[in-house]
Nanobody
Framework: QVQLVESGGGLVQAGGSLSVSCAAS????????MGWFRQAPGKEREFVAA????????NYADSVKGRFTISRDNAKNTVYLQMTSLKPEDTAVYYC??????????????????WGQGTQVTVSS
């Protein structure tokens, strides 16, 4: 079992920056692909970014590429999402997820077995 707890969400103006974190406990965090997803009101959950166990491989949704950066610190069992140049359409609940895969950052939420409770990110125009 893996427990994931997100933190760092909040309200920011368009063009601003915000970082969210996900602290993991339980199963071996350092062996897992980790991902960030988001869900806006009335919309389906969508992929944002993912990172391999070592951090060597990353994958981003086209909508955030060049603006968001995913990283991880296996010594701290934490994965981060640094968000810059935020837009109102980035407003959503952001979820951290852990996959049982190790090497290839996955985009499909069905490939993730464990989920956090989510943290709200609101970008005002």
């Amino acid at each position: 079992q893996v427990q994931l707890v997100e933190s760092g969400g909040g309200l920011v103006q368009a063009g601003g920056s915000l970082s969210v974190s996900c602290a993991a406990s339980g199963r071996t965090f350092s062996n897992s692909v980790m991902g960030w997803f988001r869900q806006a009101p009335g919309k389906e959950r969508e992929f944002v970014a993912a990172i391999s166990w070592s951090g060597a491989n990353t994958n981003y949704a086209d909508s955030v590429k060049g603006r968001f950066t995913i990283s991880r610190d296996n010594a701290k069992n934490t994965v981060y999402l640094q968000m810059t140049s935020l837009k109102p359409e980035d407003t959503a609940v952001y979820y951290c997820a852990a996959s049982q895969a190790r090497f290839i950052p996955r985009r499909d939420p069905n490939e993730y077995a464990y989920w956090g409770q989510g943290t709200q990110v609101t970008v005002s125009s």
